[in-house]
C-alpha cells in the first residue's frame, strides 16, 4: 500500500474533518438501527416485520443525533487520538439522542416500532462509533510507523531551502521520533519537483501557506544558513505568514561550535537583525592579545563574558576573570575550562568600587590588556539609584584605569553605550562621564593606551527586552512596549564583542570607537515578528503600550549633534572625532571629585543634587521627568 499517498490524501480531508466526521456519524446510526433491527427480528423478518412510517422514524432518529453529536461537540474530536474520554462523550451523546428518540416514538404512539430496538439501538450505535474511531487510531499509528518508524503523533514538518543544509537535516529528524519532513520549498527553478534525500520539493517559498494547509503541517524549518541576509529574511517572512512555529537550523558560527544541524532551534531575535557577518583583521588581533596577560572585569556579565569566549580564542597566556556576583564567575569559569581546558584561568571576585584591590589584583597578575565591562546599565533602575550608578558606573572605570595606568598595562578598552550620547537618564550621563575619565588618564604619562568602545543595545543581554518579551510571549501575553514609535539599534552579544577586541586592537590613546549598529529597528516591530514566529497571531497574544519610563529616550543615538566619525580599515568600526573642546578639563574636574568620594557607600548629596553635579560635568544631560 502507498502509505505516503494515503497520509496525502488524509491531510488533504483535514480541512473538511468536522463535515465528514458528522456525515460518517450520522451513517453509523443507520448501521445500528438496522443492525438491532436484525438482532431483535432476526434475517427472516428484520424487513417484512418492520411498520410502513419506520423510515421517518429514521431521518428523525438521524436529526435527533446529528443535534445530540453537535451540541455536545463530537464532531470536533480528533480521531488520531481517541480514547477513554471520547468515548465517554460519545456514550452520552448516545444515551442522551437515544432517551429522547425512545421517548417521542411512545408518545406518537408509534407502538410498531419494537421497544428492544428503541432500547438497544444506542448500545448498538456506541459500540459502532467507538470502533471506527478505534480502527481509524490504530490504521494511522500504523500508516506513520511505515513512514516514519514511528507510531507517535509527528511534528510535520515544512523545510524551507532544499540545499545541503536542508538534505543533511532530514538525515537527521526524518528517522528521529517525533518528526516527520513532508516536503521542501526552494525558489531554485532547477529544484522545482526534485527529490532532495527522497523528500519531495513541493514549490516556492512564497507558497509556504498554502502546502502548510494542504499537508497538516505543524511547524516550518527555515535551512538557509548560507543564504544572503535579504534571502533568508525573505524566507522568515513568508514563514512568519503561516501561522505556525517556526524553527531553524544553526549558522555557520554555531556549526563551526560543534552543533549538528539537526539540531533545530527557535528563531531568535538576532536572526531577524538581517546583519552580514563582522569581517576582523584575525592577524592583528591575534597579534595583539596572543600570549598575554587579559584583565575582564564584568567578566561573568553577559558582554563580559562573551568578551571571555572571543579573547580565548586567540590564546592568551592567562586570563583574569574579575567579577562580584560569585554566580556568575562561576558560570564563565566552568564554561570557558570546558571549551579550553589548556588556558589558564584566574578567578577574583571582586569590585571595581574597591580601590585598594583592584591595585593588588593589577599588581599580582601584570594584565597587559584590560576590557572594562563591568557597569550597571538598567536605565529605570539607575534613575533610582543615582550614587549607586555613579560608583559603580563612573568611579569604577577611575578606580580601574588608574590600576590599568599603575600595573603599566599596555591597553585599557571601555565599554561604554549609546545612551552616552546626549544622555537623558542617570546611567547614561554616569556612562559619559568615564567616557571622559577614560579620556582624562589617555593625557596621563605613561605606556597605557586608554580607549573606549561605544554600541546599542545588545539582543540578549541582561536588562534588555528581548528575554522580556520572550517570557510574556511563553505566558500567552500581553508583550508590553513602552511606546508604539519608540526604536533601538542592536548588535548581537558576539558581534558586539568581536567589534570591541578588534577596536582595541588597533586603537590609539584617547580615541573613542562606534560600532556600526545598522538602521534602527522599532521595538513594537520587534515584537510582533517575535509573536509571529512563535506561532501566535496579534489576537492571541497582544502587544499593550505602556508608556515611556523616566529616563527613556523614543530613540538613541550613537553621537552627538557636532561629532563626527572617521572610517577604520574595518567597515562595522568608526573612529569617533568628538567636538567638545572641553572634555579633558572635564574629565580632570570629574576624576579630582571622584578622587575625593574615594569608595564612600554613603551618598555625599542627596539624589537630586548628584543630578546637579552630572548636569554641571555634562551641559548635554538633560534629565527626563517623564513619570
Not at 300 to 313: D, F, K, N, T
Request: aromatic share 8%.
Amino acid at each position: 500500500m502507498n502509505w505516503q499517498f494515503l497520509d496525502t490524501l488524509l491531510t488533504r480531508l483535514r480541512a473538511h474533518r468536522e463535515a465528514i466526521a458528522l456525515a460518517l456519524d450520522v451513517a453509523v446510526v443507520v448501521v445500528a438501527w438496522q443492525a438491532t433491527y436484525l438482532f431483535r427480528l432476526g434475517f427472516e423478518r428484520w424487513f417484512a416485520a418492520r411498520p410502513a412510517y419506520d423510515g421517518a422514524v429514521l431521518l428523525g432518529l438521524l436529526l435527533i443525533y446529528a443535534i445530540a453529536f453537535r451540541a455536545l461537540r463530537v464532531p470536533k474530536g480528533m480521531w488520531r487520538f481517541s480514547g477513554f474520554g471520547e468515548v465517554k462523550r460519545l456514550a452520552l451523546a448516545c444515551a442522551s439522542a437515544g432517551l429522547v428518540a425512545a421517548t417521542l416514538v411512545q408518545m406518537a404512539r408509534l407502538y410498531g416500532v419494537p421497544r428492544a430496538v428503541l432500547a438497544l439501538h444506542p448500545l448498538f450505535t456506541l459500540m459502532l462509533l467507538a470502533m471506527m474511531r478505534m480502527g481509524y487510531r490504530m490504521l494511522y499509528e500504523h500508516m506513520r510507523s511505515r513512514i516514519s518508524g514511528s507510531a507517535l503523533e509527528q511534528r510535520r514538518a515544512l523545510v524551507m531551502g532544499a540545499g545541503d543544509a536542508g538534505r543533511l537535516l532530514v538525515a537527521g529528524l526524518q528517522h528521529t521520533q517525533g518528526w516527520v519532513i513532508v516536503g521542501f520549498l526552494d525558489d531554485a527553478p532547477e529544484k522545482q519537483g526534485a527529490r532532495v534525500a527522497g523528500v519531495p520539493v513541493l514549490g516556492r517559498l512564497a507558497q509556504a501557506a498554502e502546502f502548510a494547509t494542504l499537508h497538516g503541517i505543524t511547524h516550518v524549518i527555515v535551512a538557509m544558513p548560507g543564504a544572503s541576509v535579504p534571502q533568508r529574511r525573505y524566507a522568515l517572512d513568508m514563514a512568519g505568514k503561516v501561522g505556525l512555529p517556526v524553527l531553524t537550523v544553526p549558522n555557520s558560527e554555531e556549526l563551526l561550535s560543534g552543533r549538528a544541524v539537526n539540531q533545530v532551534r527557535d528563531i531568535e531575535p538576532e536572526d531577524l537583525l538581517g546583519r552580514e557577518p563582522v569581517e576582523l583583521d584575525e592577524g592583528g588581533i591575534s597579534e595583539c592579545l596572543n600570549g598575554k596577560v587579559v584583565l575582564i572585569t564584568g567578566a561573568g556579565g553577559s558582554i563580559g563574558s562573551e568578551l571571555c569566549r572571543q579573547v580565548a580564542r586567540y590564546g592568551p597566556s592567562k586570563i583574569v576573570l574579575y567579577e562580584l556576583s560569585e554566580l556568575a564567575l562561576y558560570t564563565i569559569e566552568q564554561e570557558l575550562s570546558e571549551k579550553f581546558p589548556h588556558l589558564p584561568l584566574l578567578r577574583v571576585i571582586g569590585d571595581v568600587k574597591d580601590r585598594q584591590q583592584l591595585r593588588f589584583i593589577f599588581g599580582k597578575y601584570r594584565p597587559q590588556i584590560v576590557f572594562h565591562a563591568a557597569a550597571y546599565k538598567h536605565v529605570p533602575l539607575m534613575e533610582e539609584n543615582a550614587w549607586a550608578a555613579l560608583r559603580n558606573n563612573t568611579l569604577g572605570t577611575y578606580h580601574a584605569s588608574l590600576a590599568a595606568l599603575e600595573s603599566g598595562a599596555e591597553r585599557f578598552v571601555l565599554i561604554s553605550t549609546d545612551k552616552a550620547v546626549n544622555p537623558t537618564n542617570v546611567m547614561g550621563a554616569t556612562k559619559r562621564a568615564a567616557e571622559l575619565v577614560v579620556g582624562h588618564m589617555a593625557g596621563k604619562q605613561g605606556a597605557t593606551k586608554f580607549m573606549a568602545v561605544r554600541f546599542g543595545n545588545v539582543l540578549g543581554s541582561s536588562g534588555s527586552v528581548i528575554p522580556k518579551f520572550k517570557e510574556q510571549i511563553a505566558r500567552g501575553g500581553p508583550v508590553t512596549v513602552t511606546h508604539p514609535d519608540v526604536t533601538r539599534y542592536f548588535m548581537t552579544i558576539p558581534e558586539a564583542a568581536r567589534l570591541v577586541v578588534q577596536a582595541g586592537a588597533i586603537g590609539d590613546s584617547g580615541q573613542v570607537f562606534v560600532l556600526d549598529m545598522g538602521e534602527p529597528i522599532k521595538i513594537v516591530d520587534l515584537a510582533r515578528d517575535m509573536i509571529r514566529l512563535s506561532g501566535h497571531s496579534s489576537d492571541q497574544i497582544r502587544v499593550e503600550f505602556t508608556g515611556l519610563r523616566r529616563g527613556e529616550k523614543l530613540y538613541e543615538e550613537l553621537l552627538a549633534d557636532g561629532d563626527r566619525t572617521l572610517a577604520t580599515p574595518f567597515a562595522a568600526l568608526r573612529l569617533a572625532q568628538l567636538g567638545a573642546a572641553g572634555d579633558a578639563a572635564a574629565g580632570a574636574v570629574i576624576v579630582q571629585w571622584l578622587a575625593a568620594q574615594g569608595a564612600a557607600a554613603e551618598p555625599p548629596m542627596s539624589e537630586a543634587e548628584l543630578r546637579t553635579r552630572l548636569k554641571q560635568w555634562l551641559p548635554e544631560y538633560a534629565p527626563s521627568e517623564r513619570p
